[in-house]
């Protein structure tokens, strides 16, 4: 479920008429609510209501498709990242061996600080023409 509030207006209860909240003209004004895959309420504010619906029906979009990614999940960094997909590899020791070993020698020196949202393809091929190059 996901609802759009405005947080610069409120209902008032006895007469049923819009008034001025606190927040009247200070921030954004528009405050999207879903829950993710975990059922976790998470928030996102906008300064317009057609960015809000916008973003309330993709989001809702990706929830029903199973494509929804939590906002922090790119706030990983790489090496962290790496470490529990190599983990989880169900192949033999051997290949998990020669793909750990071109993780510690070529990949994680130079991507590993990196947050997985700030991997950009752009950012790959800088790092494999610098491969190339050496």
């Known amino acids: 479920m996901a609802e759009i509030d405005d947080r610069w207006h409120a209902t008032h209860r006895s007469t049923g ?3 001025r909240t606190d927040r009247y003209g200070v ?13 976790t309420q998470r928030k996102r504010a906008f300064d ?19 494509a929804y990614t939590s906002p922090a999940a790119g706030k990983v960094q790489l090496a962290a990242y790496a470490e529990g997909w190599l ?8 290949t998990r061996e020669a793909t750990a070993l071109r ?3 070529h990949i994680l020196p130079a991507l590993g600080a990196h947050e997985l ?18």
Request: aromatic share 6%.
């Open 17 to 19: 008429a819009r008034v």
């Open 103 to 105: 993780l510690r020698l």
């Open 27 to 39: 921030g954004r004004r528009w405050l999207a609510r879903w829950r993710d895959d975990t059922g």
């Open 87 to 94: 983990a989880a590899q169900t192949s033999d020791p051997s």
């Open 48 to 66: 317009r209501r057609a960015d809000a619906e916008a973003f309330i029906a993709q989001v809702t979009t990706d929830l029903n498709r199973g």
């Open 117 to 134: 949202r700030a991997l950009r393809p752009s950012v790959v091929q800088a790092w494999t023409r610098g491969l190339q190059a050496s």
